[in-house]
Structures are given as C-alpha cells and as structure tokens.
C-alpha cells in the first residue's frame, strides 16, 4: 500500500481539485452526477464503443487491447464514488486535501487487499 499511494495521491489530488473546480457551483444531487460523469464518463464513453464495434461487427474497436478494458469495468464505479466522496468531503470541510489523501487510502487499499 504504501509503494504505490504516493502516485495515487497524485492522482486524487489533480482529480480532487478537478471535480471542485467544475462542480463547485452546482448544488445538491445534480452537482454529485456530474462529477460522476466527470469522473467515470470518459472510460464509459471508451467501452461503449470498444464493446459496441465489438457487438455490431464482430471486431473490436482496438483488438490489440485484451485484458484492459474488461479491467475498466471495475473503475468506473470506484471514480464515481470518489466523486461523490469528494464532493462530500469537500462539502463538509472545505479541503481539497483532505479528499484526496482519503481517497488515495480507501481506493489504494481497495486495490492492493489480497
């Protein structure tokens, strides 16, 4: 855990900042789907098409690529509920690092239990 949450802490960090910097404005349940749209939309949007192709022509979109998106499918809901996580927690007390190391220690650890 302890190798890899540096890197990670990173990563939440740009993606804390991200998340309140767009979301900032918009109150309620309304701001919490957005950042999971934020969030999870881009890797939704890659495996709607990748598995789409795949679907309709019987070749995916990139062949090359076996094992990684079906990898992507459990991403999607760890990026949204660290959206909603941080939203929250930026709600409640007003730091962006707070979220971020919270984040970097749940989903790190989410990652790496055996």
């Known amino acids: 855990l302890l190798k890899y ?3 990670f802490f990173i990563y939440y960090l740009v993606n804390s900042i991200s ?3 767009n979301t900032k404005d918009i109150k309620g349940w309304k701001g919490h789907l957005y950042a999971m749209l934020l969030n999870a939309g881009g890797l939704t949007l890659f ?3 990748h598995y789409g192709k795949l679907f309709l022509t019987g ?3 990139y062949p090359t690529l076996a094992l990684q998106p079906i990898l992507l499918f459990g991403l999607i809901p760890s990026l949204a ?3 909603v996580f941080t939203r929250k927690t930026y709600e409640k007390t007003n730091n962006v690092w707070l979220a971020a190391f919270l984040n970097t220690i749940l989903f790190t650890s989410f990652s790496f239990t055996k």
């Open 5 to 7: 949450a540096p890197i």
């Open 19 to 21: 998340v309140i910097a």
């Open 81 to 83: 509920l660290a959206a």
């Open 59 to 61: 070749t995916a979109a």
């Open 47 to 49: 495996l709607v098409y």
